[in-house]
């Protein structure tokens, strides 16, 4: 596997490291919480991220089948730049208009970590036999930065685990979830 593809590979799974532990102290009904019928749960972000993920793989191999890559430009290198900014602050973002990368009702967690970890091992292979010429070419198109390169991609992943790392703090952080979680007590 190329060194930056490593590197890239072992940011996304420490933050993925950071949101399982941000999520584990919690009860399977706390984990399942929800602040109104609109927003998310802590384990309905972990199954955005992994739908999320399981798109961009099958963009990845689908798009390795084309010889038809650009090189990077600096417009995409901007984009990217500006999505690694928008994703690193506590900004909220709205979610693209994507049915597939939309959470269910109740996802279960243990189910979901089993098919995020599947998930990893075929990465984790796409990365090892990633060719060498594409490196530097654009292959995925993401909806609101446009054509990435794989580094740009794989930083892209890490810094949106990384993102919605503040979102599960809002929701640990509310007020109606920390009576629940008895958090409120005056001292």
């Known amino acids: 596997m190329n060194s930056a593809l490593k590197i890239a590979f072992h940011?996304?799974?420490a933050a993925k490291q950071q949101l399982q532990s941000a999520i584990d102290p919690f009860t399977d009904d706390e984990r399942?919480?929800?602040s109104?019928?609109?927003s998310w749960s802590m384990v309905q972000v972990a199954?955005?991220?992994?739908?999320?993920?399981v798109g961009i793989y099958r963009f990845l191999r689908k798009s390795l089948t084309s010889d038809l890559h650009e090189k990077i430009t600096f417009r995409s290198r901007l984009k990217s730049l500006f999505l690694r900014v928008m994703l690193r602050s506590s900004y909220k973002i709205k979610v693209p208009p994507i049915k597939e990368i939309m959470p269910q009702d109740r996802p279960d967690l243990n189910?979901?970590?089993q098919r995020w970890l599947d998930l990893r091992l075929q990465y984790q292979?796409?990365?090892?036999?990633?060719?060498e010429e594409k490196v530097d070419k654009l292959i995925f198109?993401?909806?609101r930065a446009g054509m990435l390169s794989i580094?740009?991609?794989?930083r892209f992943m890490a810094d949106h685990i990384t993102h919605h790392l503040h979102q599960i703090e809002r929701i640990q952080q509310h007020s109606t979830f920390r009576k629940v979680k008895g958090l409120d007590r005056v001292q």
Do not use: D, G, M
Not at 47 to 53: D, I, P, S, V
Not at 125 to 131: G, M, R
């Open 32 to 34: 399942h919480w929800k």
């Open 11 to 13: 940011r996304i799974e």
């Open 47 to 53: 199954e955005h991220l992994y739908n999320a993920e």
């Open 36 to 38: 109104s019928s609109e």
């Open 111 to 113: 189910a979901l970590r």
């Open 151 to 154: 580094n740009q991609t794989l």
């Open 141 to 143: 198109k993401h909806p």
């Open 125 to 131: 292979q796409l990365l090892e036999e990633f060719p």
